[in-house]
């Protein structure tokens, strides 16, 4: 009887969570979609869910599409959110410039909410003193001029690893991301713990297994998930995708953890503090200086991880995917690099001064930004944009790739052609709101430099030492170009190439 009641009682209380669960949602609808007149234009939400039908799996697609149909601000609603989509340079520019201190919240993922502590750097919620503490730290360690100088040494013996290993690679297959990403990898393991991590002849497969999980926990924070659109659930965590973002943390504690107790005990050993003090330091004793926690140097050096590898292995295999297309291109490309330099002094080379070489890589990234959707930003406080009244805690997301893609800012916008940025004034920088790949205003992508300058090393020895060859002979009018989207816009089918010495 009391097993026969048991069931009773939770049968009923599941009847009771299905029926009043609808009326719980549509109540919160009701009460977050009050329109107010001065709300950029968008398609009327159905009860409920809102728009979030309307996204599907390539939201810079599908907003790009209801830009052209609403115009260059639409607004749209996620279950109790409301979320602002710019798609033109005017609307970027008052996001990013105009509105920038109002618009520079980060409306942070339930499947990023690891700590209790606000430990985050690009996901960090406000432009706090923990925020500004950890850009001063990042830009003066690994960012600066003189940060950058420094590491050209490191640069070079990883740059030379990877170019030993493809040679030992002659006549096989490689798949060309998971190489760069060993690569870039090490550089950044040794920049933050002086240490590689990854093997680049590791026939375990290690590097493919940690560029899925980050790249994996990069998916868990685009993924549509009920906690984001709905909050009163996020307690529930109805998706799994906070615990497997736990799991994903782990994986790297799983390479930090032991080196960051060691370096402690290394500390509190010393005899004196001026023997620590004559040591060179690197990203990770600045942080113990600083009384970080292992939980906030994780979840610190995870976002480094992410943001110093995953866009620059994108942008490099999109650039040699392009340039496989375009023949003449790369010939021209591999013409001015032989004039300019030789592949014993590439690190030497000022390679900012190779005008044509820069515009292939400005091209692929305006035809393939890194980041299609900049890393959503909130409204700390109610502001005006383009005359429509954004709400506190908005969403607000800007569409690069609809503005790199737009006819009326590019001509011939969806042809790969560098001459477009021949002679031209666009550059990174952030000024330029039709080609924005970094973003713009204090959010901008803080390792620019040092990204711009691994990408193109990397790209111009691969050019300068290499023919690229398909498997079977396949011709690259038919190479894959379809897209994979995540916060970073990945080739959907990853380039695989034979790499064989220039002849």
Known sequence: MEIAAFVMENNLLTSLF??????????????????EKNFPP?????????????IGSKPHVSTAMLAKEYGPLVSLRLGSKLLVVASSPEAAKEILKTQDRHLSGRNVPDAFNLSKVDCHFVWAKDCNEHWKSLRTISRSEMFSSKAIEDESILRHEKLVQMLNFLNTKQGQVVKIEEVVFTTLF???SNILFSKDFLDLNDEHGTAHWIKFGLQKALENGMTPNVSDFFPIFRGLDLQGLRRDSFKRLAEVSSFTDAIIEERRARIASSVTKEA???EEKDFLDRLLDNNFTNTQINILVTELFIAGTDTVVSTIEWAMAELLKNKEILDKVHEE?????SS?????SDLSKLTYFNACVKETLRLHPVVPLLIPRRALEACEVMNYTIPQNSQVWVNIWAISRDPKVWEDPDTFKPERFVGSHLDFSGRDFEFIPFGGGRRMCPGLPSGIKSLQTILASLILEYDWVLPNNEDPENLDMNEKFGV?????????????HKE
């Open 18 to 35: 299905l029926t009043l669960t609808p009326l719980i949602l549509l109540f919160i609808t009701i009460k977050y979609s009050k329109t």
């Open 42 to 54: 968008g398609p009327r939400p159905l009860p409920i869910i809102g728009n979030i039908h309307q």
């Open 186 to 188: 090490n550089t950044l």
């Open 276 to 278: 620590v003090e004559v």
């Open 337 to 341: 690099l032989k004039l300019e330099i």
């Open 344 to 348: 014993n002094s590439i690190m030497k």
């Open 488 to 500: 970073t816009l990945q080739k959907e089918k990853p380039l695989e190439l034979i790499f064989k």
